[in-house]
C-alpha cells in the first residue's frame, strides 16, 4: 500500500471515528430530552400554545335610594391612525373626507386635519393621536369615517380601549360618591371598596394561526364574580334641589365655600349632601367634602346646646329671666354683645335663643356653671358632641370641647365663650346629628349614607340605623327645646323665612372666623384673632316643625360682609327653599288639611308644566328650561321614552319642538 492510500485511509478513518461520535451524541441527547428533560421541553411546549386568560370582573354600580346611576363603570376609547400603513392610492383619495369627517366632529377646521394627517405621512408617523376618552357611540361613529373603516392594516385604525368610572349625574355629589384610584379611597367608593371590588375569573385558551387564539371548553374554568352595587341613601331630586339652592346663595353673596346637608330624622338617612367651593374664575364645584371634613367655631348653633345642659339641670326654666342689661358686658376684659344695639333688656331663656343673645345665654350659664364648669363640660360631652361620628367616609373632621382638665388651654373666659359657640369646634354633620336628635324625640342617630347591598339584582346585606345616644335629654327638655326653636321661625331671628302653609323650627347662626397665628413674607408673625371681615353663617333646624321628618343644615363661609353675612341672611334662605322643594313634592297630609301651599320659588314651575300639557298632543313640545324631573313627567305622558344626563333644568332636546309626535320614540334631555 502506498503511502498516499495509507493517508486517505487514516483521513477517512478519523471522519468515520468523529462522525460515530457526533451520532453516539445525538443519541445521548435524545435520550436525555426522551428521559430526563421531557417534562420541561413539554411544559414549554404547552405554554406557547395553550394560556390561561384572565377574566375580568365588573365593578359594582353606587345607586341612589330610587335606583339612579351615581357612579359605573364604563369603556372609553382612545384613538390613533398608523398613517404608515394606508396606501397612497387610498390615502390620496380619502384624506380630504377624513378631515371633514373629523372637522365635524371634534371642531376643526378640514384644512387643519388635512394639514395634520399630511404632516405625518411625511414623517412616518405610525401612532398619530386622533381623539381621547371616547364612549362607545362616538367610537363607532369614527370607526365608520373614511380610510378608519378599513381596519387596522388597510385603514390604520388604533384603537385604546380602557375602564374608567364615570358620575351619570355629573359634578353633583362628586366628593360623597367618591372614587377609588390613584387619588386615594375618597366618599363611598372608598369606604366600601372591599364590596363593589368583585373576584376575576379564567379560561383555557389554544393558539391557532396568526397568532390568534380560542378557548379550549365550552366554558370559563372559573367565572368572574361582579362586584356588589352600593345602593345608597341619597335621593337624587332631593340632592338636585339642594345643590342649586346652595349654588344659587353662594353666587348670591360671593362667598368662599359652603354647603348642606339634609337627613331623614328617625334613620339617619342622608337624603342630600351637597359641598361647593369656589375657583380661582369664582365658579363653584364640589373641591371637598366640608360638611364631613370641616370642623369649625358654629357660634350661635350652639346655643341650643348649652339651653339644653342648664335645662336638663334644672338651674333653670324656659321661663326663667335673664338680664341682658343694654346689650354689652366684659369678662376679663373681653367683650361679649349683641347684634341688637342696646341689648333686649330682661327676657327668657327660651328668648334669649329666639333673638340669639349673645349676653343672655352667657350670663345664665355663667351664673349657675362658673363654680363648676366641670359639669357643664361633662353634660355637654353626655350629648355626644364631643366625639366623633364614626362614619364609614373617611376624612371626618375631629371635634373639638374645651375641658378644665386641659389646664394649657381652659383659661378664664373659656367656660362663657364656649356657651355662646366660641372656643368649641364641630362639623356640619356633627351639628345636624345634635339637631336631628331634638327632632328625634331625643334619638341620637348615626348618618347614614348606604341602605343596601344588591348583587345579581338581590338584596344580599341591609344596614340597618345606628343609635348614637338612646336619649340626650328627658322628653320634656326636647320638646321644650322643639317649642323654642319653632319660635325662632316664627317670631325670631329667622322671622325672613316663615311662611304660615308649613312650619319649620331651627336655630341661626353667626360667627366670627379666628385667623390663626401664621408668618408673613418678612417672617413677621400675623393673626391670632378674630376677624371682622370673615364669617361663618349657618342655619340648623328640621320640618314640619310638630312632626319633623327631615333635618337640614346650611353653612356658609366667607360671603361677601357689604352684601351679607348673618345666619339668618346667608344660610337660613337655602334652608327654606329646599324645605318648600321637597314639601311640594311631597306635601304632608297632617300639614295640608286639604289646601294647597301657594310657595313662590315653586309657582313658576307648576306654570311652565301645565303650559307645555296644555300645549298640542301632536308635536314635541319645548322643554327646555323646565326642571329635568317635570320634563320627564310631560314627555312620558306623551307616550315617548325619555333618556337623560346630567341634574337641574333642561339644557337641551334632541328631539326639536314642532316636530312631529310618534309615540314609543326615545327623545335625550342635556340637562344643566
Same mark, same amino acid.
Given at each position: 500500500?502506498?503511502?498516499?492510500?495509507?493517508?486517505?485511509?487514516?483521513?477517512? /478513518?478519523?471522519?468515520?471515528?468523529?462522525?460515530?461520535?457526533?451520532?453516539?451524541?445525538?443519541?445521548?441527547?435524545?435520550?436525555?430530552?426522551?428521559?430526563?428533560?421531557?417534562?420541561?421541553?413539554?411544559?414549554?411546549?404547552?405554554?406557547?400554545?395553550?394560556?390561561? #386568560?384572565?377574566?375580568?370582573?365588573?365593578?359594582?354600580?353606587?345607586?341612589?335610594?330610587?335606583?339612579?346611576?351615581?357612579?359605573?363603570?364604563? /369603556?372609553?376609547?382612545?384613538?390613533?391612525?398608523?398613517?404608515?400603513?394606508?396606501?397612497?392610492?387610498?390615502?390620496?383619495?380619502?384624506?380630504?373626507?377624513?378631515?371633514?369627517?373629523?372637522?365635524?366632529?371634534?371642531?376643526?377646521?378640514?384644512?387643519?386635519?388635512?394639514?395634520?394627517?399630511?404632516?405625518?405621512?411625511?414623517?412616518?408617523?405610525?401612532?398619530?393621536?386622533?381623539?381621547?376618552?371616547?364612549?362607545?357611540?362616538?367610537?363607532?361613529?369614527?370607526?365608520?369615517?373614511? !380610510?378608519?373603516?378599513?381596519?387596522?392594516?388597510?385603514? *390604520?385604525?388604533?384603537?385604546?380601549?380602557?375602564?374608567?368610572?364615570?358620575?351619570?349625574?355629573?359634578?353633583?355629589?362628586?366628593?360623597?360618591?367618591?372614587?377609588?384610584?390613584?387619588?386615594?379611597?375618597?366618599?363611598?367608593?372608598?369606604?366600601?371598596?372591599?364590596?363593589?371590588? =368583585?373576584?376575576?375569573?379564567?379560561?383555557?385558551?389554544?393558539?391557532?394561526?396568526k397568532n390568534q387564539w380560542k378557548p379550549i371548553n365550552d366554558?370559563?374554568?372559573?367565572?368572574?364574580?361582579? *362586584?356588589?352595587?352600593?345602593?345608597?341613601?341619597?335621593?337624587?331630586?332631593?340632592?338636585?334641589?339642594?345643590? $342649586?339652592?346652595?349654588?344659587?346663595?353662594?353666587?348670591?353673596?360671593?362667598?368662599?365655600?359652603?354647603?348642606?346637608?339634609?337627613?331623614?330624622?328617625?334613620? *339617619?338617612?342622608?337624603?342630600?349632601?351637597?359641598?361647593?367651593g369656589r375657583t380661582s374664575k369664582n365658579t363653584y364645584f364640589?373641591?371637598? @367634602?366640608?360638611?364631613?371634613?370641616?370642623?369649625?367655631?358654629?357660634?350661635?348653633?350652639?346655643?341650643?346646646?348649652?339651653?339644653?345642659?342648664?335645662?336638663?339641670?334644672?338651674?333653670?326654666?324656659?321661663?326663667?329671666?335673664?338680664?341682658?342689661?343694654?346689650?354689652?358686658?366684659?369678662?376679663?376684659?373681653?367683650?361679649?354683645?349683641?347684634? $341688637?344695639?342696646?341689648?333686649?333688656?330682661?327676657?327668657?331663656?327660651?328668648?334669649?335663643?329666639?333673638?340669639? /343673645?349673645?349676653?343672655?345665654i352667657v350670663k345664665l350659664i355663667r351664673e349657675h356653671y362658673?363654680? #363648676?364648669?366641670?359639669?357643664?363640660?361633662?353634660?355637654?360631652?353626655?350629648?355626644?358632641? =364631643?366625639?366623633?361620628?364614626?362614619?364609614?367616609?373617611?376624612?371626618?373632621?375631629?371635634?373639638?370641647?374645651?375641658?378644665?382638665?386641659?389646664?394649657?388651654?381652659?383659661?378664664?373666659?373659656?367656660?362663657?365663650?364656649?356657651?355662646? =359657640?366660641?372656643?368649641?369646634?364641630?362639623?356640619?354633620?356633627?351639628?345636624?346629628?345634635?339637631?336631628?336628635?331634638?327632632? @328625634?324625640?331625643?334619638?341620637?342617630?348615626?348618618?347614614?349614607?348606604?341602605?343596601?347591598?344588591?348583587?345579581? =339584582?338581590?338584596?344580599?346585606?341591609?344596614?340597618?340605623?345606628? !343609635?348614637?345616644?338612646?336619649?340626650?335629654?328627658?322628653?320634656?327638655?326636647?320638646?321644650?327645646?322643639?317649642?323654642?326653636?319653632?319660635?325662632?321661625?316664627?317670631?325670631?331671628?329667622?322671622?325672613?323665612?316663615?311662611?304660615?302653609?308649613?312650619?319649620?323650627?331651627?336655630?341661626?347662626?353667626?360667627?366670627?372666623?379666628?385667623?390663626?397665628?401664621?408668618?408673613?413674607?418678612?417672617?413677621?408673625?400675623?393673626?391670632?384673632?378674630?376677624?371682622?371681615?370673615?364669617?361663618?353663617?349657618?342655619?340648623?333646624?328640621?320640618?314640619?316643625?310638630?312632626?319633623?321628618?327631615?333635618?337640614?343644615?346650611?353653612?356658609?363661609?366667607?360671603?361677601?360682609?357689604?352684601?351679607?353675612?348673618?345666619?339668618?341672611?346667608?344660610?337660613?334662605?337655602?334652608?327654606?327653599?329646599?324645605?318648600?322643594?321637597?314639601?311640594?313634592?311631597?306635601?304632608?297630609?297632617?300639614?295640608?288639611?286639604?289646601?294647597?301651599?301657594?310657595?313662590?320659588?315653586?309657582?313658576?314651575?307648576?306654570?311652565?308644566?301645565?303650559?307645555?300639557?296644555?300645549?298640542?298632543?301632536?308635536?314635541?313640545?319645548?322643554?327646555?328650561?323646565?326642571?329635568?324631573?317635570?320634563?320627564?313627567?310631560?314627555?312620558?305622558?306623551?307616550?315617548?321614552?325619555?333618556?337623560?344626563?346630567?341634574? *337641574?333644568?333642561?339644557?337641551?332636546?334632541?328631539?326639536?319642538?314642532?316636530?312631529?309626535?310618534?309615540?314609543?320614540?326615545?327623545?335625550?334631555?342635556?340637562? /344643566?
Amino acid at each position: 500500500m502506498s503511502a498516499n492510500q495509507k493517508d486517505i485511509l487514516n483521513r477517512l /478513518s478519523i471522519v468515520v471515528v468523529l462522525m460515530t461520535l457526533f451520532l453516539v451524541a445525538i443519541f445521548v441527547k435524545i435520550a436525555r430530552i426522551q428521559y430526563l428533560e421531557g417534562e420541561k421541553y413539554q411544559n414549554l411546549s404547552y405554554h406557547s400554545t395553550i394560556r390561561k #386568560d384572565t377574566i375580568f370582573y365588573n365593578r359594582g354600580n353606587v345607586v341612589s335610594q330610587k335606583g339612579n346611576l351615581l357612579a359605573t363603570s364604563m /369603556s372609553k376609547y382612545d384613538i390613533r391612525m398608523d398613517v404608515v400603513t394606508v396606501s397612497d392610492e387610498v390615502f390620496e383619495k380619502n384624506v380630504h373626507a377624513l378631515s371633514e369627517a373629523l372637522s365635524e366632529m371634534f371642531g376643526k377646521s378640514v384644512y387643519e386635519y388635512k394639514s395634520y394627517l399630511r404632516k405625518a405621512r411625511r414623517s412616518k408617523n405610525r401612532y398619530l393621536f386622533i381623539a381621547r376618552n371616547l364612549g362607545y357611540m362616538d367610537y363607532l361613529k369614527v370607526k365608520s369615517f373614511p !380610510i378608519f373603516k378599513l381596519g387596522v392594516y388597510k385603514g *390604520g385604525f388604533i384603537t385604546e380601549q380602557r375602564t374608567v368610572r364615570a358620575h351619570p349625574i355629573g359634578k353633583i355629589a362628586e366628593r360623597t360618591i367618591g372614587y377609588d384610584d390613584y387619588r386615594g379611597l375618597v366618599g363611598i367608593e372608598g369606604a366600601y371598596s372591599e364590596y363593589l371590588e =368583585g373576584s376575576l375569573g379564567w379560561r383555557m385558551k389554544q393558539k391557532i394561526a396568526k397568532n390568534q387564539w380560542k378557548p379550549i371548553n365550552d366554558n370559563n374554568e372559573v367565572e368572574p364574580k361582579d *362586584g356588589s352595587d352600593i345602593i345608597t341613601t341619597i335621593d337624587v331630586n332631593v340632592q338636585d334641589i339642594a345643590h $342649586h339652592a346652595l349654588l344659587e346663595q353662594l353666587e348670591t353673596f360671593e362667598a368662599d365655600h359652603g354647603c348642606v346637608a339634609v337627613m331623614e330624622t328617625k334613620t *339617619g338617612a342622608i337624603k342630600a349632601i351637597a359641598n361647593l367651593g369656589r375657583t380661582s374664575k369664582n365658579t363653584y364645584f364640589e373641591k371637598r @367634602n366640608y360638611a364631613v371634613w370641616e370642623s369649625h367655631e358654629p357660634g350661635s348653633t350652639f346655643k341650643v346646646a348649652s339651653l339644653l345642659v342648664a335645662l336638663e339641670d334644672k338651674v333653670i326654666d324656659t321661663g326663667t329671666v335673664v338680664d341682658t342689661e343694654k346689650g354689652k358686658i366684659y369678662i376679663h376684659k373681653k367683650k361679649v354683645e349683641d347684634s $341688637h344695639r342696646g341689648g333686649y333688656g330682661k327676657i327668657s331663656a327660651a328668648r334669649t335663643i329666639e333673638v340669639s /343673645s349673645n349676653v343672655g345665654i352667657v350670663k345664665l350659664i355663667r351664673e349657675h356653671y362658673k363654680q #363648676d364648669p366641670q359639669k357643664f363640660v361633662d353634660a355637654v360631652e353626655e350629648i355626644g358632641l =364631643g366625639s366623633k361620628l364614626g362614619l364609614e367616609i373617611k376624612g371626618e373632621g375631629e371635634p373639638y370641647i374645651p375641658n378644665p382638665k386641659d389646664k394649657k388651654r381652659w383659661n378664664g373666659i373659656s367656660l362663657e365663650w364656649m356657651a355662646w =359657640g366660641y372656643g368649641v369646634s364641630l362639623t356640619p354633620l356633627q351639628i345636624l346629628t345634635f339637631y336631628n336628635a331634638i327632632a @328625634n324625640d331625643g334619638v341620637m342617630v348615626k348618618p347614614q349614607f348606604v341602605s343596601a347591598l344588591r348583587n345579581e =339584582g338581590k338584596v344580599d346585606k341591609v344596614f340597618e340605623k345606628t !343609635i348614637l345616644n338612646k336619649r340626650i335629654a328627658s322628653v320634656e327638655t326636647v320638646k321644650k327645646l322643639r317649642a323654642v326653636l319653632e319660635n325662632v321661625v316664627k317670631n325670631g331671628t329667622a322671622t325672613n323665612i316663615y311662611t304660615p302653609h308649613f312650619s319649620m323650627a331651627g336655630k341661626t347662626g353667626t360667627a366670627k372666623k379666628y385667623i390663626p397665628v401664621t408668618k408673613n413674607a418678612d417672617g413677621e408673625f400675623e393673626g391670632g384673632y378674630y376677624s371682622n371681615k370673615q364669617y361663618v353663617a349657618s342655619f340648623a333646624g328640621f320640618f314640619p316643625a310638630d312632626n319633623p321628618v327631615y333635618s337640614c343644615i346650611v353653612v356658609v363661609h366667607n360671603p361677601n360682609k357689604k352684601k351679607g353675612y348673618y345666619g339668618a341672611t346667608v344660610a337660613a334662605p337655602v334652608f327654606k327653599k329646599i324645605a318648600e322643594k321637597m314639601y311640594a313634592s311631597a306635601p304632608i297630609k297632617k300639614e295640608v288639611q286639604n289646601v294647597l301651599p301657594m310657595l313662590e320659588t315653586v309657582d313658576e314651575d307648576f306654570e311652565n308644566y301645565y303650559e307645555v300639557i296644555n300645549e298640542s298632543y301632536v308635536t314635541i313640545p319645548n322643554v327646555k328650561g323646565m326642571a329635568g324631573m317635570d320634563a320627564v313627567s310631560v314627555l312620558e305622558n306623551l307616550g315617548l321614552k325619555v333618556q337623560f344626563s346630567g341634574a *337641574g333644568k333642561v339644557k337641551s332636546q334632541s328631539i326639536k319642538k314642532g316636530r312631529k309626535l310618534i309615540k314609543g320614540a326615545t327623545i335625550v334631555l342635556q340637562l /344643566s
